[in-house]
């Protein structure tokens, strides 16, 4: 399958084959069954959002016992991690400054 640059931004979640005002925090080559992966990776994150927004509103339930929050923290590094593989080097290198992947040092 050929692959497409894609334009991503990682606070909106948008994936997106068009260069749009600030859709461009990193760019990566992806195939489309590539970019469908980090689009439900995304969709994960924004539901764990959401149930994290929820629990945030009952005060009884700590914050350090959320799993909601967790799921988010760990679909994050997902995103980051798959941005990173199909990023172009300026994107590879972002990641890599930003020290968002503990394992790219092993």
């Known amino acids: 399958m ?3 640059k ?3 931004n990682l606070g ?12 461009d925090d990193f ?3 992806a195939t489309e069954d590539e970019a469908l992966k980090l689009r439900e990776v ?4 924004y ?8 629990r945030a509103h009952v005060p009884a339930e700590p914050y350090h016992y959320d799993q909601a929050n967790d799921e988010y923290d760990e679909g994050m590094a997902a995103a ?12 590879k290198k972002q990641i890599e400054e930003m020290d ?3 394992d790219l040092d092993e």
């Open 2 to 4: 050929e692959k497409k």
């Open 12 to 23: 909106t979640r948008e994936i997106s084959v068009n260069h749009d005002a600030n859709n």
């Open 42 to 45: 995304f969709n994960e994150i």
């Open 100 to 102: 968002v992947l503990k």
């Open 80 to 91: 980051f991690r798959m941005i990173y593989e199909l990023g172009d080097e300026g994107t």
């Open 6 to 8: 894609y334009n991503i």
């Open 47 to 54: 539901n764990s959002d959401v149930r994290s927004f929820f």
């Open 27 to 29: 760019a990566i080559y």
